[in-house]
């Protein structure tokens, strides 16, 4: 583990894929109502805030200590946690007309974004 890097032009890539997956297909939503297209984009979001916070807790310090990067990656994953259930229990508490599931799939949507660009991008990186 202690040859793992992690390539901030490379995590920077990835975030803005997903982030303009989620934009694009939030204007897409926009057919089924505006309600779904911003329920569906706050949704996106969330995965977004909280995905950033846990590359930047990963490429702000570097290590090549194994268990200091073990431990800033077990930080920003509950950091990532934190951030993400505050963040629909802060949209639950104050978005009455937030529709649940579609703002859930909007996070779920994100997420597949970013681990379908990951390995996508791990396959680019491959065959070069």
Not at 31 to 36: A, P
Not at 42 to 70: C, E, H, Q, T, W
């Amino acid at each position: 583990m202690s040859g793992l890097r992690f390539n901030s032009s490379k995590i920077g890539t990835l975030l803005l894929v997903q982030a303009a997956l989620i934009g694009i297909s939030s204007v897409l939503m926009l057919m089924l109502g505006s309600v779904q297209a911003l329920s569906w984009f706050l949704g996106g979001a969330i995965s977004i805030v909280s995905n950033s916070y846990l590359a930047f807790k990963l490429i702000s310090r570097r290590s090549a200590d194994p268990n200091r990067v073990l431990g800033m990656m077990y930080a920003g994953e509950f950091g990532k946690i934190v951030i993400t259930t505050t963040l629909f229990a802060i949209i639950f508490a104050t978005q009455a007309w937030v529709e649940p599931l579609t703002l859930f799939l909007g996070y779920t949507a994100a997420l597949l974004a970013h681990w379908l660009s990951a390995i996508v991008a791990s396959d680019k990186i491959k065959q070069t």
